[in-house]
């Protein structure tokens, strides 16, 4: 994989698939970018486990931390890296440790180390480096286009209900007067006439 | 979609736009609205504090105006992009993320006069500094590189001589500094030159001219093109250190490539206030689909009335760069292939005198002060753009007073050179 440029369809495929993301350096500090990450795919439905030793017994967004990788105790599909470069090879090491082995492994923005890369890839593990999933996912979504951002992605299809589209709605102020309708009227005077 | 990169046209066209979601509306709707509704309490908390996409309030961002700005970064290849309420404001707003009361900018001698008034008189009230450079002599750039050089300012093309600048060469002085180039492209537009791919860093429009090009809506933009490091010394605290106004959040750290563009919104437009009305951002956008249409006929347009005027007896002198001979047709053919713009100075032997009939006798030329619109424009720099430099640097930046400055339009060539053939007879 040239890691320098990634095809869309690659990045794309990556977050089809995976269901759970452990995100190893997780914050629960509201303005570290890991703690933005983590509650945005959180929202996008992704099974989020924030892994960070320093904050075990707490939890994020309600999901309890863990101290490392082998203490999630499920097989995870996707390990998302919030450390720098500098120490990323000793969480790779540690992921091509679990059984089963994780689907994807990604680092965060800025967070590059090609060698580390090359020992997961050897073993069929996806690989992303340097990009933000949160990003990705705006990008891909277009919904990071209301910030301006360049999708790079074209469509003339309908764009998809940012919702779940139009339902009943139980909750909106009724205003009255229904019971005037035309309808009604022409029911009444027909039982009014028989 | 493949990955394969689309063509220009398709992307002045496609950009950014998608039919709407709710209504099935294929042209981008105008979202006239000042607010957005929140889902619930957490929904907007999580917008406030930039945590997640969204819209809020129109003065820091609208649907409307975000088509506009994916547009037209992907038109100059940049990473985003944030539109504003002119081209002046594009140009606080930037410089606002990179300058401090005592920093100081260098900026091209050659430059519109509006900018160069807003340079000299209103930056100077903020305490922030200009240092003139020449763009014919780049290390005239490199002598004015100091300690306190926040960033160089160019126009690609620039008014009113149709100048062609050496964007490279100036973005290798840039480099070495340290410093972040950035380059109005207004009068060249991407279809023309893409600034990024010569070493800018930040492109900024007046989209008020070409780009809307119907002379109809004000606009500006600024594309930002993810290539700078804002946080490998300490000079651009906006991007680079902890947002008191966003509980300490670190833009450039959040935002990657495109953190220059969200400080520009989130700390720029949101504080300064030049928001963009989405009307106009809606015309601008239909003008953008035309673009590489009307661009190309503004240029071949504009070589054939420079070549007329180039023969006619009554003429001086004409700078246009698309000429063979002209100071910077080198330049012109390096990073400007298709065209060499659509505005240009020539100089009468009648002097200033032969200027002012001229403009007066000119039928389908309308006499106004701007550039890039559909119909074909005259004005005479000296008096009006420019009226506010003194003698010296009116010829510095090409508007002395003997100059005339014409905006070709997309109307006929020949009924252009007619008129201006009856005109400089009468
Ligand atoms: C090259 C250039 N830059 C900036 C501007 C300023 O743009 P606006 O009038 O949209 O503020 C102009 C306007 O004439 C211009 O020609």
């Known amino acids: ?194 | 979609m493949t990955d394969r990169l689309p063509g220009f046209s398709t992307l002045a066209v496609h950009a950014g736009a998608q039919p709407d979601p709710t209504t099935g509306a294929r042209a981008t709707p105008i979202y006239q609205t000042t607010s957005f509704v929140f889902n619930d309490a957490d929904h907007a908390a999580s917008l406030f504090g930039l945590q997640s996409f969204g819209n809020i309030y129109t003065r820091i961002g609208n649907p409307t105006n975000a088509v506009l700005e994916e547009r037209v970064a992907a038109l100059e290849g940049g990473t985003a992009a944030l539109a504003v309420a002119s081209g002046h404001a594009a140009q606080v707003v930037v410089l606002q993320q990179l300058m401090k009361p005592g920093d100081e900018i260098i900026a091209a001698r050659k430059l519109y006069g509006g900018s160069i008034n807003q340079f000299t008189h209103a930056f100077k009230s903020f305490g922030w500094n200009v240092a003139w450079a020449d763009p014919d002599e780049i290390e005239s750039f490199e002598r004015a590189v100091t300690p306190h050089t926040k960033a160089i300012f160019i126009e690609s093309i620039a008014n009113p001589a149709g100048s062609v600048t050496d964007i490279e060469a100036i973005a290798a002085v840039a480099r070495k500094a340290g410093v972040p180039l950035i380059v109005d492209n207004t009068l060249a537009t991407p279809y023309l030159i893409k600034p990024i791919d010569h070493g800018a860093d930040i492109v900024v429009h007046s989209l008020t001219k070409f780009l809307g090009g119907h002379g109809n809506s004000l606009g500006g933009i600024i594309v930002d093109a993810g290539t700078f490091d804002w946080s490998k010394d300490n000079k651009y605290p906006m991007l680079s250190e902890p947002r008191p106004e966003y509980h300490g959040i670190k833009i450039q750290e959040t935002f990657g490539n495109f953190a220059f563009a969200i400080a520009c919104r989130v700390l720029g437009l949101r504080d300064l206030g030049p928001a963009l009305s989405p009307f106009n951002a809606f015309m601008i956008l239909t003008g953008i689909e035309t673009l590489p249409l009307r661009m190309q006929k503004h240029c071949d347009n504009a070589k054939a009335v420079a070549e007329f005027l180039a023969g006619h007896p009554a003429v001086a002198s004409v700078n246009y760069a698309g000429l063979p001979g002209d100071k910077y047709n080198n330049l012109a053919r390096k990073y400007a292939p298709k065209g060499a713009g659509a505005v240009f100075t020539f100089s009468l032997k009648g002097g200033y005198d032969a200027g002012v009939s001229l403009v007066s006798n000119l039928q389908l030329f309308s006499h106004l002060a701007n550039v890039g619109d559909t119909r074909s424009l005259v004005i005479h720099p000296a008096s009006t753009t420019h009226s506010q430099l003194d003698d010296a640097a009116k010829i510095k930046s090409g508007a002395a007073p003997d100059v005339v400055r014409l905006s070709i339009g997309i109307e006929d060539k020949d009924d252009l050179i007619t008129d201006l053939d009856q005109a400089l007879r009468a």
Request: with cysteine; proline share 7%.
């Open chain 1, 1 to 194: 994989m040239n890691h320098d440029t990634y095809p869309d369809n690659y990045i794309r495929g990556i977050l089809n698939s995976v269901k759970s993301i452990a995100m190893v350096g997780a914050s629960p500090v509201n303005v570290r970018p890991s703690y933005f990450a983590f509650k945005y795919l959180a929202e996008r439905g992704y099974d989020m486990i924030p892994v960070n030793p320093g904050y075990v017994g707490k939890s994020l967004l309600g999901k309890p931390f863990v101290a490392s990788l082998a203490d999630v105790g499920r097989p995870i599909d996707m390990i998302d890296i919030f450390r720098n470069s500098s120490h990323i090879m000793p969480v790779v090491e540690e992921a091509l440790r679990l059984s089963p082995l994780p689907k994807v492994i990604w680092m965060q923005l800025g967070a590059r180390d090609d060698a580390a890369a090359a020992k997961a890839e050897a073993v069929g593990i996806k690989v992303v480096m340097n990009r933000c999933p949160k990003i990705e996912y705006g990008r891909l979504s277009s919904e990071i286009s209301w910030m301006g951002v360049n999708s790079r992605t074209l469509s003339a299809k309908r764009a998809p209900m940012p919702t779940q589209g139009m339902r009943l709605s139980l909750n909106r102020m009724s205003v009255g007067g229904g019971q005037t309708a035309a309808s009604d009227r022409v029911a009444k005077n027909k039982t009014e006439t028989t």
